[in-house]
């Protein structure tokens, strides 16, 4: 058998959240500073690490599925399960053939440390020198995924004490942790300085996060951060204040992910959410009201116990009526430990795919419905491909459309006004506005009225 050599390069898989990737990031970060090099491929990898995801069945097994990926018998990497699948299911996963180390939530922040003292003192193998200009907490990518340097994370907050019926993550990260501004701020500024010009603001419950609206528009004062966009967040969360910073301010992108799960107020109750379909029509109406060129996009789940036909047919046409620029769909399956898995799990595993496919096909519809009624509008392209054998560039506008252009040239990262002249399926075909200042809709200062969550940038930060 060919003799270990000392580990050297590590591969992290992410499935789930944005959190998720923040917190791979992160991890990998750590990496960096004990000298290690990261690589795309598991295969590639001396340390193979799977960030998991634990919120349905199918998370679950694909979590697994990925653990599974990077077992290649006796010196085969390192493996090493995290996430919310590790943290509930530690014992489980730890014992799957081929995983080296189970780590939960509350060991993630040392997780190359645990993995250092492993291959020190169970294999016996020289670690690398540290490298000491990287520091743990500077999470800027350098390699890696073409994303990079285009669109960067920011978790803002951490856990949820919600307890949706359906829902396991109350459990694997409870509680409400906030980062505090200052740390913000600077991980912000740095990021910029490394060259991304979007942060997107996640967090386990986004809302949770106090006085986000003025964390918004102070981090939209920030010099050469040219967007901000929030992640997925509780439609009840979505304050008058939290609205305001997005219209009073253009570099808050038009785009909210409100996960509505079930568009029917009997299985909402069951689910234990806490609107109803009128608040959330309500929602979405002043949204479209205060900013015209709004995407909204969702989840649904499809099949919750308490989903009957009728329920589903509701569910349905509210999607419809909603007319979301996406819906993310995916099937109920219970999760062990929460309130929803003690209840007959009543629609049978046809139906729920069949719900399911519908749900999907509703989506690609509204979703071509979408980016047609953008048509003849310039957006601002954030550049995060470009082909030079086709010259085919493309990227994201601030509504979330995914537009593609012909140019000579282009930078990634950089910002492209694109007029949109056709929809291509959810996309859109366009080409780029000559002579135009970076952007059409290019006011970059943020003006508050007053009221509101906070209405000064610096307001509580
Ligand atoms: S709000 Fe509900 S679905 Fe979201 S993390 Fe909390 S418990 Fe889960």
Redesign the pocket.
């Known amino acids: 058998m060919p003799e270990r050599k000392a580990p050297r390069t590590v591969a992290v898989s992410t499935l789930g959240c944005k959190v998720n990737q923040y917190e791979s990031q992160q991890i990998l970060q750590q990496f960096r500073a004990l000298g290690f090099q990261v690589v795309a491929r598991p295969e590639e990898a001396d340390v193979y690490i799977v960030n998991t995801c634990a919120v349905t069945g199918e998370a679950s097994q694909k979590s697994r599925y990925a653990l599974r990926r990077g077992t290649r018998g006796e010196n085969g990497p390192i493996v090493v399960a995290t996430g919310c699948l590790a943290h509930v299911e530690k014992d489980a996963l730890f014992h799957m053939p081929g995983v080296t180390l189970a780590l939960g939530h509350g060991e993630k922040d040392r997780l190359a440390d645990e993995v250092g003292a492993y291959i020190r003192d169970v294999l016996n193998l020289p670690l690398l020198p540290a490298n000491p200009e990287i520091g743990c907490t500077d999470v800027l990518g350098r390699e890696g995924n073409p994303y990079e340097r285009t669109r960067a994370t920011l978790k803002v907050q951490d856990g949820?004490t919600?307890?949706?019926s359906y829902?396991i993550?109350?459990y694997s990260r409870p509680g409400n942790m906030l980062r505090p501004a200052k740390e913000l701020f600077e991980e912000t500024r740095r990021l910029v300085e490394s060259g991304y010009q979007e942060v997107v603001l996640t967090g386990?419950?986004l809302g949770a996060y106090r006085n986000l609206a003025s964390l918004m528009t102070g981090l939209a004062a920030i010099d050469g951060l040219e967007r901000i966009r929030l992640s997925s967040i509780?439609p009840k969360d979505v304050s008058d204040g939290i609205i305001e910073a997005a219209v009073s301010c253009p570099k808050v992108c038009p785009h909210f992910h409100l996960p509505l799960q079930c568009g029917d107020d009997t299985v909402l109750r069951a689910m234990r959410r806490r609107y109803t379909t009128a608040s959330f029509r309500a929602l979405a109406d002043r949204l479209r009201e205060r900013l015209p060129d709004v995407s909204i996009t969702t989840d649904m789940m499809a099949g919750f116990p308490a989903e009957s036909e009728e329920a589903f047919e509701n569910s349905f046409r509210f999607a419809e009526e909603m007319g979301f620029a996406k819906i993310h769909v995916f099937r109920y399956s219970p999760r062990p430990g929460t309130a929803a898995a003690s209840l007959p799990d009543s629609v049978p595993e046809p139906v729920k795919a069949a719900r399911s496919k519908r749900l999907i096909r509703l989506s690609a519809e509204m979703g071509c419905r979408f980016a047609e009624s953008q048509t003849g509008r310039v957006l601002d392209v954030l550049v995060e491909e470009f082909d030079p054998e086709t010259g085919v560039a493309s990227g994201l506008s601030p509504n979330y459309l995914r537009v593609s252009f012909e140019a000579r040239t282009a930078r990634r990262g950089a910002i492209v006004p694109v007029r949109a002249e056709k929809a291509a399926g959810e996309g859109i075909r366009g080409s780029v506005v000559e002579n135009q200042s970076q952007g059409a809709e290019d006011v970059r200062l943020c003006f508050l009225q007053d009221g509101g969550e906070g209405n000064r940038p610096s307001d509580g930060l």
């Open positions: 949820c919600l307890k949706c829902c993550i109350p386990i419950r509780d």
